[in-house]
């Protein structure tokens, strides 16, 4: 007969939060129909957990109501600004570790040659997924009213940097091929994947497994998603443009000088973005899982 931790595919001694993520795991694909395979895994996880029945979900009105988390595009944009600046120490201390070294290649290698270019492209994704990560962290500890040093962040990142690198494999292929086919499939799967990188680091997924949540959070909110997503493109477009700009004016013929200023005010929505992600997630789970901040971030005790 197997036993319960064999049921939900963990280890013998797997800690509670492992569990309760199997579990969702396995409840995700079930067959609203089969009762029997429903139960069973009811079963197996109070077998190793000693718990309670679990109870049905919640409608995600009341889930939002009772956790006071709204998901809109004003509430995620306003609270992305209030963590922004609530620790900016943090956030563009953390963004300025993709941002040093992107601009300083930029400016090494302007008028290269297109393999010197592809190279500094690589180094710049492989920084910014471990960004992205790392402010990942960083925002839902700030939510939760704790401090979370720059190394500590970065840290906890670069530990998940293998699940990163393959999610972003993923999503990047998905929405290329997407946008080929008529743009329209790019803009869904980009939506759909946009929490992808705080799920991979919150849960502890793997790259696919990452994926698949996104797209489980997501869904019925990727309208509003994708107006977030509009909103900083058309901010990162505003400040790049003005930049160019104003170095044209006043400096037509120094390719240095706008280089750093396009970076310097880019340094900003980079931050934005980067912050803004991890708070769509916070606010999806909050608002379809009735999840608190508390709740959400013991993950990392």
């Not at 109501?65 to 992305?80: A, K």
Request: include cysteine; hydrophobic fraction near 50%.
């Amino acid at each position: 007969m197997p036993q319960p931790h064999e049921i939900l595919q963990v280890s013998p001694d797997a800690t509670k939060s492992e569990v309760e993520a199997a579990y969702r795991r396995l409840t995700m694909y079930a067959d609203p129909g089969n009762a029997e395979y429903r139960a069973t895994l009811d079963a197996a996880r109070m077998a190793m957990l000693d718990d309670e029945p679990p109870k049905a979900a919640e409608p995600a009105s009341v889930a939002a109501h009772r956790t006071g988390v709204e998901f809109s595009v004003g509430s995620v944009f306003s609270r992305t600004l209030s963590t922004l600046f609530g620790r900016p120490g943090t956030f563009f201390g953390i963004t300025l570790v993709s941002w040093i070294p992107g601009t300083i290649l930029r400016v090494l290698t302007r008028g290269g040659s297109s393999g010197v270019s592809f190279g500094v492209f690589i180094i710049t994704v492989i920084l910014n997924l471990i960004v992205y990560g790392a402010v990942s962290y960083a925002v839902l500890k700030v939510l939760r009213g704790e401090s979370a040093s720059i190394g500590e962040s970065l840290s906890r990142s670069a530990a998940r940097f293998g699940p990163l690198i393959g999610a972003s494999v993923l999503t990047g292929l998905g929405t290329m091929v997407g946008m080929i086919l008529l743009v329209v499939p790019g803009l869904i799967l980009m939506c759909m994947w946009a929490v992808t990188t705080p799920a991979c680091v919150v849960e502890n997924l793997d790259s696919y497994q990452s994926l698949q949540r996104s797209a489980e959070l997501t869904k019925g909110y990727r309208w509003r998603v994708l107006g977030l997503i509009v909103l900083i493109s058309i901010a990162t477009g505003i400040f790049s443009g003005t930049a160019a700009f104003v170095a044209a004016l006043f400096f037509p013929r120094d390719q240095l000088l706008l280089i750093l200023l396009t970076n310097i005010v880019l340094l900003f929505p980079q931050a934005v973005g980067c912050v803004m992600y991890p708070v769509i997630y916070y606010s999806l789970r909050s608002a379809k899982e009735g999840v608190s901040i508390d709740s959400l971030a013991n993950v990392f005790d």
